[in-house]
């Protein structure tokens, strides 16, 4: 089972690249809040596309 | 086709006016596009007084990475509960996922590169104090797994008035969410 690496999270989506939605308002996310999102989503299952 | 006709009003009670002017079915409350690279939207004001139960509905769009998409009632971050059911493709055996004590619901929908993003989920009484339940009727595929519905609880009583959708791996651009409202 493959998992998400902090490498190649950093490199797909890299700081200022990830946005937040709260209605109609998209703001990038602040530094602090794409490093948690990046640590979070290291290790989570790669789901295979049919 | 047959219509109905009504020759006099006052033949008719309040309830049967009621229907006849406002007839019971799903009523758009909210629709929110999602923008660009976002790795979670939050729609607020969505549920209220006016409606008991809700159908959430999102499509079109696309995800950066093929991912479940979660829902989080907004204010609650914990106390979730659920479970997937599924078979798969190949061998038909049964397949299962759960969320045990988690912080949103994990398998509401999903969403890749080559597919739409994806969620089409019932929720119920998530304005009115206690537990809100959710049934969602298309979940995800994995490898040569389908996972048709899942349904949850949370154990917070709290009153809602919006929810949260985000990936779990990647983010989403476009596609519109809808919430209606079931009139009774």
Partial sequence: MATWTREELEELYPEGSVNVQVDDSVRPMTNAEWDAWVEQQVGVEKMEEL | ?184
């Fill in chain 2, 1 to 184: 086709m047959s219509t109905m006709k009504y020759t006099a009003w006052q033949d008719l009670d309040g309830n049967e006016i009621a229907n006849a002017a406002y007839p019971p079915g799903l009523v758009l409350v909210k629709t929110q596009t999602i923008g660009t690279g976002v790795s979670s939207v939050t729609v607020s004001n969505a549920f209220s007084s006016s409606f008991e139960h809700y159908r959430v509905i999102l499509h079109g769009g696309s995800g950066s990475a093929f991912t479940t998409l979660r829902l989080q009632m907004s204010g609650d971050t914990s106390g979730y509960y659920g479970a997937a059911f599924g078979a798969s493709y190949s061998s038909g055996n049964a397949a299962g996922a759960g969320v045990n004590n988690g912080s949103q619901w994990d398998y509401a929908g999903y969403g890749g590169t080559n597919v739409s993003l994806a969620l089409s989920c019932d929720i119920f009484s998530p304005h009115t104090a206690g537990r809100t339940r959710i049934k969602s009727d298309w979940t995800y595929n994995s490898g040569s797994t389908a996972y048709s519905m899942f349904v949850g609880e949370t154990t917070s009583t709290a009153s809602r008035t919006g929810f949260v959708i985000s990936p779990a791996s990647g983010t989403m651009t476009g596609g519109t969410i809808r919430v209606y409202g079931y009139r009774n």
